[in-house]
C-alpha cells in the first residue's frame, strides 16, 4: 500500500507538465509566425536608412579627399637633426697662453681673437733671422767685392800676357836673326846664345802671364760662387724671418669664419703644444640633416620646399628647401658597413640622408647641432 501510494503522485505530477509544453510550443510557432509577417528595419524606416547611407559615404569621400590633401602630398620624419660642419680651434705653436678672449658659448665674427700665446719666444726667432740676414748681405757685399778685385786681376793678367806675347815675339824674331847672321858668318855665337836666352825668357815670362790670367780667372770664379752662397745664405735667412714672422702671428688663434665658440677648455697659463685644441667651434652655417626611410624618396627632389619644427622650440616653424640627397643610405657610409653576403639577411628599409637648408633661421633662440627637427617636404602638388 505504502508503494502505492508513492507512485501514485509521481503519475500526477507528470500529467499537468504535458499541457505546459503545449503551450510553449504553440506560443513559439506564433512568434515566428509575427516575425515572419514583420517588416525588416530598413523597410519600416528607409528614409533613416537613406541618409545614414549617405552619411556613410560621404564620410568616406571625405576622408579620401582629406587623405588627398593633408596626408598625400607630404613626407615627413622625425629622424632628422641639425647639422654643421663643426672643428676644435688648435694652436699651431707651442707655448704659454696669456689671454683667453671669449667665454663659453659666445658668438664672435671673422678675424675675432679667440686667445693669445706668449709671443717672447717668436720675437727672438725673428731677431735672431734678421742678424742672419744682416750677415748674408754683408756676406754678399764681400763676395761682390772679390768678384770686382778678381776681374781686375784677370785684366791685369790679360795685359800682362799681351806684354809677354810681343816681348816673346821679338824674342824669337832676334832669335832668328841671330841665327841667320851667325850661319851667314856676319854674326857673333854669344849674341846667337844670348838671344836664345831671351827668347826662352820670354816663352817662360809668356807662360806666366797665361797661368796668371787662369789663376785671376778662378779666383773670380770663387768670389761668384761665395756671392752665390751669399745669396743663398740670405734667401734661407729671409725665409727663416719669416717662418718666425708667421710663428709669431700664430700666436694670435683667430676664428676663421662666424660662429660660436663652445666647449672652451684652454685657460691662462696653461701650457699648449702645437695642435692641442682649445674650445670647439660651431660656424653660422648650418643646416638640416633629416633621414628619410628609402621608400619616401620616390617623389622627393631637391629644390621641394619644406616646412620644419624645432622640438625645442615648437612656436617657430621654419621654412625651407631640398638641397641634396645622399646618393647611398647611411650604413654604407659607416665606419662598419653591414655585410649583407654574410649570415643570415633580414631586410630592413634603409634611411637615406637628405640635407635641408633653411631660409632664415631664428635669432632670438639658440640653436645648433643635434637638435632634433621634424621636417614635412611637399613632394606633390597640392592639387
Given at each position: 500500500m505504502a508503494e502505492v501510494q508513492r507512485t501514485v503522485p509521481e503519475d500526477e505530477a507528470k500529467q499537468p507538465a504535458e499541457p505546459e509544453?503545449?503551450?510553449?510550443?504553440?506560443?513559439?510557432?506564433?512568434?515566428?509566425e509575427q516575425d515572419q509577417k514583420k517588416p525588416s528595419l530598413i523597410r519600416r524606416h528607409p528614409f533613416g536608412a537613406t541618409i545614414v547611407v549617405l552619411v556613410l559615404i560621404a564620410f568616406a569621400v571625405g576622408t579620401y579627399f582629406a587623405w588627398l590633401t593633408y596626408f598625400h602630398p607630404y613626407e615627413t620624419t622625425d629622424d632628422a637633426f641639425v647639422d654643421a660642419r663643426s672643428f676644435s680651434l688648435a694652436a699651431k705653436v707651442s707655448g704659454y697662453i696669456d689671454e683667453i678672449a671669449v667665454s663659453d658659448n659666445q658668438h664672435v665674427d671673422a678675424g675675432a681673437v679667440i686667445a693669445r700665446i706668449n709671443p717672447r719666444d717668436y720675437e727672438i726667432a725673428i731677431s735672431q733671422a734678421e742678424a742672419q740676414i744682416e750677415s748674408a748681405n754683408a756676406a754678399i757685399a764681400n763676395a761682390a767685392a772679390q768678384i770686382e778685385v778678381a776681374t781686375a786681376a784677370v785684366d791685369e793678367?790679360?795685359?800682362?800676357?799681351?806684354?809677354?806675347?810681343?816681348?816673346?815675339?821679338?824674342?824669337?824674331?832676334?832669335?832668328n836673326r841671330q841665327r841667320q847672321l851667325v850661319q851667314g858668318g856676319a854674326g857673333s855665337q854669344q849674341a846667337s846664345q844670348q838671344a836664345e836666352s831671351n827668347l826662352r825668357q820670354a816663352q817662360a815670362a809668356h807662360n806666366q802671364a797665361q797661368a796668371s790670367v787662369t789663376s785671376a780667372m778662378k779666383n773670380k770664379t770663387a768670389a761668384e760662387a761665395q756671392h752665390n752662397s751669399a745669396?743663398?745664405?740670405?734667401?734661407?735667412?729671409?725665409?727663416?724671418?719669416?717662418?718666425?714672422?708667421?710663428?709669431?702671428n700664430y700666436t694670435t688663434v683667430t676664428a676663421a669664419q662666424s660662429g660660436?665658440?663652445?666647449?672652451?677648455?684652454?685657460?691662462?697659463?696653461?701650457?699648449?703644444?702645437?695642435?692641442?685644441?682649445?674650445?670647439?667651434?660651431?660656424?653660422?652655417?648650418?643646416?638640416v640633416t633629416a633621414n628619410f626611410k628609402e621608400t619616401q624618396l620616390a617623389d622627393m627632389r631637391p629644390g621641394q620646399p619644406v616646412e620644419l619644427?624645432?622640438?625645442?622650440?615648437?612656436?617657430?616653424?621654419?621654412?625651407?628647401?631640398?638641397?641634396?640627397?645622399?646618393?647611398?643610405?647611411?650604413?654604407?657610409?659607416a665606419l662598419l658597413p653591414a655585410e649583407n653576403a654574410t649570415g643570415n639577411y633580414v631586410k630592413v628599409t634603409q634611411r637615406v640622408p637628405v640635407k635641408i637648408i633653411v631660409d632664415q633661421w631664428p635669432t632670438d633662440v639658440s640653436i645648433g647641432p643635434g637638435m632634433s627637427v621634424v621636417p614635412t617636404v611637399t613632394v606633390r602638388p597640392r592639387n
Open positions: 509544453k503545449d503551450r510553449e510550443t504553440e506560443a513559439q510557432a506564433s512568434g515566428q793678367a790679360r795685359a800682362q800676357t799681351d806684354s809677354a806675347q810681343a816681348a816673346l815675339q821679338f824674342a824669337k824674331d832676334e832669335a745669396q743663398a745664405s740670405l734667401k734661407q735667412a729671409e725665409a727663416q724671418r719669416e717662418s718666425a714672422q708667421q710663428n709669431l660660436r665658440v663652445v666647449r672652451l677648455s684652454g685657460s691662462k697659463g696653461q701650457f699648449v703644444e702645437a695642435g692641442q685644441a682649445i674650445a670647439m667651434f660651431v660656424p653660422d652655417e648650418i643646416w619644427t624645432i622640438d625645442a622650440y615648437p612656436d617657430h616653424v621654419l621654412r625651407g628647401r631640398v638641397d641634396s640627397i645622399q646618393p647611398g643610405s647611411g650604413t654604407a657610409f
